[in-house]
């Protein structure tokens, strides 16, 4: 299991994100129809880093991944993304089969889209910026 396996299980498995979106977590797109269900995320890896020594690679790496919560409501959008800030921010220890030293917030940011078949549809979405870094398994 790799990081993106780790983060899915570790914000699927949260009492506090699973209580607002139980498995609606998506890697890189939602399917069609996914806010019909209620509030999602969806996440995706922005980069990597990986470190290297004289010696080598060294298995630890460093990566930028986007986290955007989805609701119907603003305030739908804002809870979900609490919830995922406060699960992965000042996180270490086991994501998967990986193991994180540190998983920080770089940016946080909001906005609305609207449809342009219903003027009255709205999604909402808070869109979050992590750095993880971690230790890859070979």
Do not use: H
Not at 6 to 21: F, K, P, Q, R
Not at 26 to 47: C, E, K, N, T
Not at 70 to 82: F, H, K, P
Not at 109 to 119: G, H, T, Y
Request: hydrophobic fraction near 35%; aromatic fraction near 8%; proline fraction near 4%.
């Amino acid at each position: 299991m790799g990081i993106e396996a780790g983060i899915y299980s570790y914000l699927t498995t949260d009492a506090t994100t699973a209580a607002l979106i139980g498995t609606r977590l998506y890697p890189i797109l939602a399917p069609a129809g996914a806010g019909d269900a209620g509030d999602y995320a969806v996440f995706q890896r922005i980069s990597t880093t990986r470190v290297a020594s004289t010696d080598g690679p060294t298995g630890v790496t460093s990566s930028t991944w986007q986290v955007v919560c989805w609701s119907s409501t603003q305030a739908g959008a804002i809870a979900l993304a609490d919830a995922v800030r406060q699960a992965l921010d000042g996180y270490k220890g086991a994501m998967g089969s990986e193991t994180t030293q540190r998983c920080a917030i770089i940016d946080q940011a909001e906005e609305v889209e609207i449809s342009p078949e219903q003027d009255e549809k709205r999604a909402y979405s808070q869109r979050l910026d992590f750095e993880i870094w971690y230790t890859e398994t070979p």
